[in-house]
């Protein structure tokens, strides 16, 4: 049996596809909330989005990570599985004996280090399209020799900065160079290396105790619930890292406002408190669960389907 197999990275691209439409409205609140301005609480902030943008608000920024989010987590499903049989094969010989918790853990860890590579420009284009709307888009720019202007006193009122995916891209990287595409970067890996431990490590677990036995394929709805067990536990956990790297994302070269994620850190803290870490938790708490139920599911029926043959 070859180590490296490409069937794992097909059913990771199914099974993002699926969670990306199924978890894409709830992730524009998320980030609505931890980035915005405005939002008294979750409910406020949907009833918000809808009367100002109707449905259409929510699904902000979805055609780029359905076309991107898709690749990156195939990228994730295929190295986390090739790393584990990887493992197995140098530790006991055999690419298909079980992991233990240790090997889940390293593979994991490494999974959420490599991820940032394509994940840090994909997430931060998507909270650029996502935060469109907000009101740090009508602050002030300053104006090359004349200071700090505020735009309504110009008559200007908020607007897109961005015309789509590609046009974000291209802003981006002519005022802010390549780095830009990776401001948060360092926030993600505090998020990603931790989060995807919290991610595979209960979804594997989850799994051995719904399927004592390990003789039978597990059943759909166990696949689901391990899944969404575990993306709750995984994005929970990391909503304060995520806020940090939320923040850091959204704040775009003409109103930079933090310097890096200590700075960031401090910042939030300081002018909101310590609940400000926990912004969006029951967002990512409520969306992390059909969104990665629905990801595990799509991806372990397409490994099923694919090795049937």
Not at 90 to 115: E, F, I, K, N, Q
Not at 168 to 176: A, D, G, K, Y
Request: hydrophobic share 40%; with cysteine.
């Amino acid at each position: 049996m070859t180590v490296f197999q490409l069937d794992d990275f097909l059913a990771g691209w199914i099974g993002g596809a699926s969670s990306v439409i199924v978890g894409h409205p709830l992730d524009t609140v998320k980030t609505r909330l931890q980035a915005g301005k405005g939002y008294k609480n979750t409910l406020h902030c949907v009833v918000t989005i809808y009367k100002k943008e109707n449905v259409t608000g929510f699904f902000k920024g979805l055609s780029f990570p359905l076309a991107s989010i898709t690749l990156y987590n195939s990228m994730v499903f295929g190295f986390f599985s090739n790393t584990q049989r990887l493992i197995s094969r140098y530790r006991y010989g055999d690419g298909r004996h079980p992991c233990s918790v240790l090997d889940l853990t390293v593979a994991s860890m490494l999974t959420g280090l490599v991820s940032v590579g394509m994940g840090a420009p994909v997430d931060l284009v998507k909270i650029r399209l996502q935060m469109q709307t907000q009101p740090v888009l009508a602050e002030n720019f300053n104006l090359a020799g004349n200071g700090s202007v505020p735009l309504r006193s110009m008559g200007i009122q908020s607007q897109s900065l961005y015309r789509g995916p590609l046009h974000c891209i291209s802003t981006v990287l002519q005022n802010e160079g390549i780095q830009g595409l990776y401001r948060g970067a360092g926030a993600m890996i505090l998020r990603d290396v931790p989060g995807y431990t919290l991610y595979f490590v209960p979804y594997t677990l989850f799994c051995d105790w719904l399927n004592p036995d390990g003789s039978a394929s597990l059943h759909p709805c166990c696949i689901w619930l391990a899944g969404g067990l575990a993306g709750s536990i995984s994005w929970v956990t990391a909503t304060p890292a995520d806020v940090v790297k939320s923040r850091l994302q959204a704040d775009a070269m003409q109103h930079r406002k933090y310097k890096g994620i200590l700075h960031c850190t401090m910042q939030s803290y300081k002018t909101e408190g310590i609940h400000v870490f926990f912004r969006g938790a029951t967002v990512n708490a409520v969306r992390g669960f059909p969104m990665c139920a629905t990801m595990f599911l799509g991806y372990e029926l397409s490994l099923q389907f694919f090795r049937s043959f």
